[in-house]
């Protein structure tokens, strides 16, 4: 199975994705704090560039987090949209200048995340799993 072709007829799948998108979540606030701290350094944290860059990277790192830990809980549908929002932008960006890695590594990490979000989805319209009935045999 392809990562990006996740289960969503059982409550483990479902479950699985969830906690993959909250991983991806957690990998996308680390790359916001990766990116305050190089971009932020390189352009000089006393400079207007600089402090953009890391007030920037510091709110994707923000919104990643939240978003990774409410995912964790089985919530936070809108967080992961946000982080979702604000990780198609980074990757417009990337594509735009040209960062062929750093626009396969966003692509993944998107990818990941929006099949959790999927998975979020699934949870809050729970109507009965396949593997709903086995569990009462075990």
Partial sequence: MAFWNV????????????????????????????????????????????IGF??????????GLVAGLRMRAEKGFYWAIAAAALLTLELIGKAVMLSPGGAIISGVVLTYLVNGIRGLRALKHEVGYADGDADVFT
């Fill in 7 to 50: 289960d969503l007829t059982t409550r483990d799948g479902v479950q699985g994705a969830v906690r993959s998108g909250s991983t991806a979540a957690f990998v996308f606030a680390g790359m916001g704090v990766l990116g305050a701290a190089l971009l932020g350094g390189m352009a000089g944290s006393g400079t207007d560039e600089g």
């Fill in 54 to 63: 890391i007030a920037g990277g510091l709110l994707e790192a923000v919104v």
